[in-house]
Nanobody
Framework: QVQLVESGGGLVQSGGSLRLSCAAS????????MGWHRQAPGKERELVAS???????NYADSVKGRFTISRDNGKNTWYLQMNSLKPEDTAVYYC???????????????WGQGTQVTVSS
């Protein structure tokens, strides 16, 4: 009953910027934790950034100072602003969320479909 829809991927030159968005819809009481992961060919999926509904953020060392995660709790939407992009940032980016459907429910993880980010030299 919960779906995450991503947008904003594309092809950019090294040093350029992209902004990814993820919108959650369906049966949602609250979203406790939101994040972005990425997976490059031949690599394992890795955490890029995460944010709690209270605004606490966490970043991979490789993107600190370049990427910013933010969220709009009222819209159940979160974003990844990516600046100073490098070729090594090329990957499929997936948004995810820890969702509580009702006040009495536990939480469950959901994932977006992925969006390709390609950074050329």
């Amino acid at each position: 009953q919960v779906q995450l829809v991503e947008s904003g991927g594309g092809l950019v030159q090294s040093g350029g910027s992209l902004r990814l968005s993820c919108a959650a819809s369906g049966s949602i009481f609250s979203i406790n934790h939101m994040g972005w992961h990425r997976q490059a060919p031949g690599k394992e999926r890795e955490l890029v950034a995460s944010i709690t509904r209270y605004g606490t953020t966490n970043y991979a060392d490789s993107v600190k100072g370049r990427f910013t995660i933010s969220r709009d709790n009222g819209k159940n939407t979160w974003y990844l602003q990516m600046n100073s992009l490098k070729p090594e940032d090329t990957a499929v980016y997936y948004c995810n969320a820890e969702v509580r459907a009702t006040w009495y429910d536990g939480t469950k993880d959901y994932w977006g479909q992925g969006t390709q980010v390609t950074v050329s030299s």
